[in-house]
């Protein structure tokens, strides 16, 4: 993959307990950071980020940056944009998959700092599946009770187990077809090696041959 990132940070979380994550890092202004996040098909994501700028004056990242963008990017397992836009500098974007597979998702200032600027600090909050989904907001808008948006958040983690095992049969399908073409290229090899021999063999005969009987031995 050709991602003009230093740091790549691969989030294996297909634990489906744990899909969701909350971090920070740091960048440079013109630095870009890019993450690989595994993401079954037809899944919603909500990434939710704020970016502090540092201070050199008071020695702190400040709280709030207005002058500052945030591009984000985002790809699918066939290297298709999904999601390229410019953000404030706190905010949150949301995505469905299409494909399964290793999303890379990619942040990046607006800035035009050269010499990579000022060091920026990005807190970053990636939410998968029905992690996604704000059941306080579900329940007010629609009027559910207790038990009603119990269920409906039990259904839909259902569903969500459901996507995260045909996405498992896929890996595995996947995993299968390179094993299989691996063993198909060593049996060639095996079979050229084998061909290889029989042909030196038979030269050397012929030429011991032509050999003996030059010298006139037999
Ligand atoms: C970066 O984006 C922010 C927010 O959209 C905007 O206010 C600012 O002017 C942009 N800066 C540059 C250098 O484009
Ligand atoms: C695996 O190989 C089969 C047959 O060659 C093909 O139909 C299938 O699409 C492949 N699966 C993946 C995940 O590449």
Same mark, same amino acid.
């Not at 836009?85 to 700092?113: D, M, Q, W």
């Not at 995993?175 to 079979?191: G, I, K, P």
């Given at each position: ?8 940070? #691969?989030?294996?979380?297909?634990? %489906?307990? $744990?899909? $969701? ?5 740091? #960048? ?16 919603? =994501?909500? !990434?939710? *980020?704020?970016?502090? @700028? /540092? ?13 500052? !963008? ?10 298709? #944009? ?21 999303? =890379? ?10 010499? !990579? ?6 807190? @970053? ?21 207790? %038990? &009603? @948006? +119990? =269920? +409906?958040?039990? @259904?839909?983690?259902?569903? &969500? ?5 045909? *996405? ?10 390179? $094993?299989? $073409? ?15 021999? =029989?042909?030196? !063999?038979?030269?050397?005969? +012929?030429?011991?041959?032509?050999? /003996?009987?030059?010298?006139? %031995?037999?």
């Amino acid at each position: 993959m050709n991602i003009p990132s230093i740091f790549i940070f #691969i989030f294996c979380c297909l634990q %489906l307990i $744990s899909l $969701s994550s909350s971090l920070y890092f740091h #960048i440079g202004e013109t630095e870009r950071k890019c993450f690989i996040e595994e993401i079954p098909d037809d899944t919603l =994501v909500i !990434g939710k *980020y704020k970016v502090e @700028l /540092f201070d050199e004056k008071s020695n702190a990242y400040l709280p709030s940056t207005p002058g500052i !963008g945030m591009h984000v990017e985002v790809k699918d397992p066939d290297d298709k #944009i999904v999601l390229s836009k410019l953000y404030t500098s706190e905010g949150r974007f949301t995505f469905t998959s299409h494909t399964p597979g290793e999303h =890379v998702i990619c942040l990046f200032s607006n800035s035009t700092a050269w010499f !990579g600027g000022q060091k920026l600090r990005v807190h @970053l909050d990636i939410d998968v599946g029905e992690h996604a989904v704000d059941y306080q907001s579900v329940s007010a808008h629609e009027k559910l009770t207790e %038990l &009603q @948006l +119990r =269920v +409906r958040q039990l @259904l839909d983690q259902v569903e &969500q187990i459901t996507k995260e095992q045909s *996405y498992q049969r896929y890996r595995e399908e996947r995993f299968r077809n390179t $094993s299989e $073409s691996t063993n198909q290229r060593v049996l060639w090899w095996s079979v050229a090696q084998l061909f290889v021999l =029989v042909i030196a !063999g038979f030269w050397q005969m +012929r030429h011991l041959k032509g050999f /003996f009987e030059a010298k006139k %031995l037999v």
